[in-house]
């Protein structure tokens, strides 16, 4: 069965294989290089902003101004991308039911979960500056916290996101 010639077929097609391989990876090297031939130059650069930032971030209006301003009904549907993991009737899901949440103390819902930075704070409430805290950077407010969520970035979202919580018994 397993003859020379079978044998020197297989042998030649693991060589061939082989070499297609060896090939595919030095042509891969060659073409998405990322540098090592000495001191490379900036091309161009990509203007993101950043300095305009610091200006932006100092005219913006306080959360106190923009949370007196907030729309309930469009933190509605801010509420959308919080469903995933939170709900409103009273029951938990991955994440604790958002009932009552404003002005509740932290790490307060009986049964859930809650990691040790979050019981850490449990003498605290959730006001709607710690709230909006929170929900800037979940990670930053309350590091090694379970909520994988990023954050909203836009403090009017935030706010009426918080306001609409608010009216949630």
């Known amino acids: 069965m397993f003859d020379t010639m079978t044998m020197t077929k297989v042998?030649?097609?693991?060589?061939?294989?082989l070499l297609v391989f060896l090939l595919g990876g030095w042509a891969a090297d060659a073409l998405y290089s990322t540098?090592?031939?000495?001191?490379?130059?900036?091309?161009?650069?990509?203007?993101t902003?950043?300095?305009?930032?610091?200006?932006?971030?100092?005219?913006?209006?306080?959360?106190?101004?923009?949370?007196?301003?907030?729309?309930a009904?469009?933190?509605e549907k801010?509420?959308?991308?919080?469903?995933?993991?939170h709900k409103v009737d009273g029951s938990d899901g991955v994440g604790p039911h958002l009932n009552g949440v404003v002005d509740r103390a932290k790490a307060s819902v009986?049964?859930?979960?809650?990691s040790d930075v979050l019981h850490g704070m449990s003498a605290e409430a959730w006001t709607?500056?710690?709230?909006?805290?929170?929900?800037?950077?979940?990670?930053?407010?309350?590091?090694?916290t379970k909520m994988s969520f990023g954050g909203l970035p836009k403090p009017?979202?935030?706010?009426n996101l918080i306001a609409w919580l608010a009216t949630q018994p």
Request: hydrophobic fraction near 40%; proline fraction near 5%; include cysteine.
């Open 110 to 114: 009986a049964g859930f979960g809650f």
């Open 35 to 47: 540098g090592g031939h000495g001191e490379a130059e900036q091309a161009y650069t990509i203007d």
């Open 78 to 85: 801010v509420f959308a991308k919080c469903k995933a993991c």
């Open 128 to 144: 709607p500056e710690n709230l909006d805290a929170f929900l800037h950077n979940p990670k930053g407010y309350a590091p090694g």
């Open 156 to 159: 009017t979202d935030r706010a």
């Open 49 to 71: 902003g950043a300095a305009e930032t610091s200006e932006t971030v100092a005219d913006a209006p306080s959360f106190e101004v923009v949370y007196a301003s907030a729309d």
């Open 73 to 75: 009904a469009a933190g």
């Open 11 to 17: 042998l030649g097609a693991a060589c061939g294989s």
